[in-house]
């Protein structure tokens, strides 16, 4: 597609359950990241992935959460036994050549009741 | 501490003004410094792009870059209500990992 898509873009999930959040990024960009963006918080770096280099979960915030990327192209961050503060929105951007601009897409929000 | 801090305001000012927006960063190895735009319930979008120290100008927009005393800057002229958005600096070193400030809400006034 011609830019990132992410899906869903609205999620209400009940506490305790999971959810799975999905990225489409650019063709051809080998690089995409996860960032969590929740109000006073700004753009929390989770994850990144770079080619076939092993991803930088650095920034995953517990082991309940989790992230993969299929054939170098679609991603799906999965969060466990999700809590009330969790809920934000969950924002992917990929990246190709060049200066490292992110292109990102409009995001998944999250809310757990 | 955050590697990068930002004030996330509201910063409010009334149309024509010139508004400067600030960040400060821990991470000396930081190279690439760029400030991103989102508009309500989109994601952000690469508005300048700084390498290393100095200044750059893209019409009403000049961004700067003292690492020296690690601080960065966006300054807007002549601002417009189009420009009221959140103002995110973000920062990396040579890798791809990148860190942004926890943007600053703008309102320009009509």
């Known amino acids: 597609g011609a830019g990132v898509s992410q899906s869903p873009s609205n999620k209400v999930t009940e506490k305790g359950k999971d959810v799975e959040l999905r990225c489409d990024p650019i063709s051809g960009h080998t690089a995409l990241y996860w960032y969590r963006q929740s109000l006073g918080q700004g753009l929390e770096f989770l994850i990144y992935?770079?080619?076939?280099?092993?991803?930088?979960k650095s920034g995953l915030p517990s082991d309940r959460f989790s992230a993969e990327r299929t054939g170098g192209s679609v991603s799906t961050l999965t969060i466990q036994r999700t809590q009330q503060e969790d809920s934000a929105v969950y924002l992917c951007?990929?990246?190709?050549?060049?200066?490292?601009?992110?292109?990102f897409g409009e995001g998944s929000r999250l809310t757990v009741l | 501490q955050k590697e990068v801090e930002q004030d996330p305001g509201p910063l409010s000012v009334p149309e024509g003004a010139i508004v400067s927006l600030n960040c400060t960063y821990s991470?000396?190895?930081?190279?690439?410094f760029m400030w991103y735009r989102q508009y309500s319930r989109k994601g952000p979008e690469l508005l300048m792009y700084?390498?290393?120290?100095g200044n750059k100008e893209d019409g009403r927009f000049t961004a700067q870059v003292d690492k020296s005393s690690k601080y960065i800057s966006l300054f807007i002229r002549d601002s417009q209500p189009s420009d009221s958005a959140t103002y995110l600096c973000?920062?990396?070193?040579?890798?791809?990992?990148?860190?942004f400030g926890a943007g600053t809400r703008l309102f320009v006034k009509a």
């Open positions: 992935f770079q080619g076939n280099s092993a991803p930088d």
């Open positions: 700084t390498y290393s120290s």
């Open positions: 991470n000396s190895a930081f190279q690439y």
């Open positions: 973000a920062m990396r070193d040579g890798g791809f990992k990148t860190i």
């Open positions: 951007a990929s990246w190709g050549l060049g200066i490292g601009e992110l292109f």
